[in-house]
């Protein structure tokens, strides 16, 4: 049984980081096509960063772009998201889920395992 476990959240204020954790049991990261969303109450849950499978290529949503940075420890079997420069716009429950289909990052509905989520809030 695969099982993805977040963690890293809190509160931070703006300008702050944080990095945040997806440790996975039961499947070997290493080529495994892993993404970072996040949702906020109201809205769908959009994808903040993935890294592929296949050739480790990594993307980043436009508003996190130079801010956060995704990679993945082989020998943890962890996937990490740094974030710097923290903004309120950041707030939200972050999850990490994985794609077992594709071998590059494709889109939310890709996606069919998920982690429990890991909230951030930025505030002062």
């Known amino acids: 049984q695969v099982q993805l476990v977040e963690s890293g959240g809190g509160l931070v204020q703006p300008g702050g980081s944080l990095r945040l954790s997806c440790t996975v049991h039961?499947?070997?990261?290493?080529?495994?096509?892993i993404g970072w969303f996040r949702q906020t109450p109201g809205k769908e849950r959009e994808r903040v960063s993935c890294?592929?499978?296949?050739?480790?290529?990594?993307n980043y949503a436009d508003s996190v772009k130079g801010r956060f940075s995704i990679s993945r420890d082989n020998a943890k079997n962890t996937v990490y998201l740094q974030m710097n420069s923290l903004k309120f716009v950041d707030t939200a429950i972050y999850y990490c889920a994985i794609d077992m289909d594709n071998a590059y990052c494709g889109g939310l509905y890709e996606y069919g395992l998920w982690g429990q989520g890991t909230p951030v809030t930025v505030s002062p």
């Open positions: 890294i592929s499978g296949g050739d480790g290529s990594t």
């Open positions: 039961g499947l070997t990261v290493a080529h495994t096509t």
